[in-house]
């Protein structure tokens, strides 16, 4: 027989993570744009553990977002300011534009004067996400929002295409964290979400030490300072990665 799971967080009962996930209130609506094949992972997921921490998120699931009617509704609610995370040259980098005081801060402080902020984050691979953004032009016509990462990612169990790039869950948290910064939004238990990846990763390292469980590698993984960059990331690679113009 299967085991029993919680469909809630996805995990089995024996596992399960809702009892210790305490919800934080924000002012930022979130919602998460998760691939198909984000959405029937069991191993990681974290975008699925990010959600059940921020009671004013949502999760959209599809590959293409053109005629989705709820994101659709979000986007024509007057109420709301709708803005995608993703990085480009149009973007607005919440890490230095409050320091370099950018005129496009002050308009979205503006903006968020009698308006909510929404943010759609892809939650995929970045191949995926490209993807996803390229069959939803919807989404291209969003303004766009950025930061610049603290630290690269801490991801033991999956090497990320460039050191810029970080998980659903540490995205979020970088967020929150540029967001509470340029007072924006209160970030409450900001401790929470790198604790719910840390434990996350703790858990599959185990498993994988495991001889016993089917469906690990049983080797060590590297940390991502001992690990070489992907073939082939070039600056024209990256360019195409994170939609930047060409030098």
Not at 107 to 136: C, H, N, P, Q, Y
Not at 169 to 181: D, F, K, R, V, Y
Not at 204 to 215: F, N, S, Y
């Amino acid at each position: 027989m299967s085991r029993e799971t919680c469909y809630r967080c996805f995990w089995p009962r024996t596992l399960c993570w809702c009892p210790s996930l305490v919800p934080m209130p924000t002012r930022t609506r979130f919602v998460f744009l998760m691939h198909p094949k984000e959405y029937k992972r069991e191993k990681a997921a974290t975008g699925r553990l990010t959600h059940l921490c921020l009671p004013h998120s949502r999760i959209f699931t599809g590959v293409g977002f053109e005629d989705h009617p709820e994101l659709r509704a979000l986007l024509a609610d007057p109420a709301l300011h709708p803005v995608l995370l993703f990085p480009g040259a149009n973007a607005l980098n919440l890490s230095t534009a409050a320091a370099a005081g950018a005129p496009a801060l002050a308009e979205l402080r503006a903006r968020l004067a009698t308006r909510t902020l929404v943010v759609f984050i892809l939650d995929a691979t970045w191949a995926l996400g490209r993807k996803m953004l390229r069959l939803s032009p919807v989404l291209q016509a969003l303004p766009r929002l950025m930061f610049t990462p603290a630290a690269p990612s801490r991801y033991v169990i999956k090497q990320q295409p460039h050191p810029a790039c970080l998980s659903t869950l540490e995205a979020t948290h970088e967020l929150l964290n540029a967001l509470a910064a340029a007072g924006l939004d209160d970030y409450p238990l900001p401790g929470q979400l790198p604790a719910v990846f840390d434990r996350l990763q703790a858990f599959q390292l185990q498993c994988a030490a495991d001889p016993q469980r089917t469906g690990y590698r049983h080797r060590p993984y590297k940390t991502p300072a001992e690990r070489r960059p992907l073939a082939g990331r070039s600056g024209r690679r990256r360019r195409k990665l994170f939609d930047l113009p060409a030098d």
